[in-house]
């Protein structure tokens, strides 16, 4: 992947108490752009404008990293589910790597369900989700830990919860962890000792595949899981 420039994009990230939210973020970009899109396990509710349409698009876990082009003008809301979050007639399995795109008018009024709904804005993007959970279309399920369930069981309901196997989910999980402590000034050797990596060599290798850059430059990624 090509070095960001974070001057072409303004970008806002913040926590939620919600327990249903991973994280919330915004972007928007100022000229032509692009931004890095990294491995997730969480689905993303987002509501997405340019300068000629709006859409709510849906976008299961991700298990691969990627630049994403952004058009001058092209901003988005983001709202990271926890995994296990679920959305109504959804299967976060069919949505991995995927998207699911909702027609939305510029307010970010859409209808999901035959729900009529209005995206938030980045301030307020928890009214959505209560909404969707008082009207029954979200759900969350707490991935079991594996010592408390036959392993095949543990599998198959981990997947029906999150749409990824436990292994992935703990890889990507993993990754996140790792790219927080380096964000929050931990040294890759604090790093891979603290989260069980082999060594640096295979910590740069998962940093490469999940996120697409070697840990040095990890602090260039505008987002902070």
């Known amino acids: ?49 340019d300068s000629n349409s709006a859409a709510v ?10 630049t994403q082009a ?24 069919e949505l991995i790597d995927d998207t699911l795109s909702i027609p939305a008018d510029s307010q970010g009024n859409f ?18 989700i209560v909404e969707l959970f008082a009207s029954g279309q979200l759900s969350f399920t707490q991935p079991e830990h594996a010592s408390q369930q036959p392993r095949r069981t ?20 993993r990754m996140h962890q790792a790219l927080r402590l380096l964000k929050n000034g931990a040294t890759v050797a604090d790093v891979v000792a603290e989260l069980d990596f082999t060594d640096q060599a295979h910590f740069s290798h998962a940093s490469k595949q999940f996120f697409g850059y070697t ?11």
């Open 154 to 173: 543990h599998s198959r309901q981990t997947k029906r919860a999150t749409g990824v196997s436990p292994h992935k989910l703990y890889q990507l999980q």
């Open 215 to 225: 840990p040095a430059r990890l602090k260039e990624l505008l987002q902070s899981p």
């Open 111 to 128: 209808k999901l369900n035959g729900q009529s709904l209005r995206f938030p804005d980045y301030k307020h993007a928890e009214q959505i």
């Open 70 to 93: 952004l058009p001058a003008g092209f901003s988005c809301t983001t709202i990271r589910l926890t995994p296990g979050v679920a959305l109504e007639n959804i299967d976060t399995s």
């Open 1 to 49: 992947m090509k070095r960001m420039n974070p001057a072409t994009l303004t970008w806002h990230e913040r926590q939620s108490d919600s327990l249903f939210i991973a994280s919330i973020w915004s972007c928007h970009a100022l000229e032509d752009s692009s931004r890095a899109s990294i491995a997730d396990p969480c689905t993303c509710l987002s509501l997405v404008k």
């Open 57 to 66: 698009v849906i976008a299961g876990p991700k298990m691969h990293p990627r």
